[in-house]
Each structure stands twice: as structure tokens, then as C-alpha cells.
Nanobody, 127 residues
């Protein structure tokens, strides 16, 4: 059974940091690109970042460039999203998703390309 489980969310003050984890079970992330998406109340889901299956390519939404970093631990079959200098507008439920794209050097920031989704983890940035 293919499963993605997010963790690491929580409440943090503006300017703080969190690291989200996306652990895969039932399949190897060596063959899947992983994307992080978020959805705030009353808003549409938006792409945050993605990493190719090889780990060599990453993409970021303009709103998080320079603040967030995505990386992969192949041994742990886990992808992380390091979030620094968090802002109140980063408050949302964060989801990770897997895309079985054949090109190991690509990842895309389009949610409809992703086949498997986790249950989400809440991130709240507030003083």
C-alpha cells in the first residue's frame, strides 16, 4: 500500500522555523518526484516546492524562495521541507504528494500531476 505521511507541523512565531517531513511507505522515492502544497482556509491549494526523484532538481514558488528548502534523504525514504523566516501568510495545511514522472531530473509545481497524497499537517504562524 502506497502511503505518504507528513509530520512536523505546529504553531510558530513569525520569523521562526519548522521542518516538515514526508515519509513514504510501500514504494521508493527513488522513482517519484515529491511536491509540497499548501491550502489556507478559504483559499485554493497552491504549490510550494518540489524535488525530482534523483534529488538533483528543485523548484520553489516565488513566495517561498530564499526561505524554504526541500531535500531528500534516500536512506530514510523521506523528503523534508525546511521552512525559515516564517510569515503569517504561510499558515496553511501542508501536503506532500508523489508524482511517478519518468524523468528523474524533473519535478513540476502542478498539483494535478501528482498521484499520491498525504493527509496533511497544520502549520500556524502567529504571535
Amino acid at each position: 500500500q502506497l502511503q505518504l505521511v507528513e509530520s512536523g507541523g505546529g504553531l510558530v512565531q513569525p520569523g521562526g522555523s519548522l521542518r516538515l517531513s514526508c515519509a513514504a511507505s510501500g514504494f521508493s522515492l527513488d522513482y517519484f518526484a515529491i511536491g509540497w502544497f499548501r491550502q489556507a482556509p478559504g483559499k485554493e491549494r497552491e504549490a510550494v516546492s518540489c524535488i525530482s526523484s534523483s534529488g538533483a532538481r528543485t523548484n520553489y514558488a516565488d513566495s517561498v524562495k530564499g526561505r524554504f528548502a526541500i531535500y531528500k534523504d534516500h536512506a530514510k525514504n523521506t523528503v523534508y521541507l525546511q521552512m525559515n523566516n516564517l510569515k503569517p501568510e504561510d499558515t496553511a495545511v501542508y501536503y506532500c504528494a508523489a508524482d511517478g514522472i519518468s524523468d528523474q531530473t524533473l519535478c513540476v509545481l502542478r498539483d494535478y500531476e501528482y498521484n499520491y497524497w498525504g493527509q496533511g499537517t497544520q502549520v500556524t504562524v502567529s504571535s
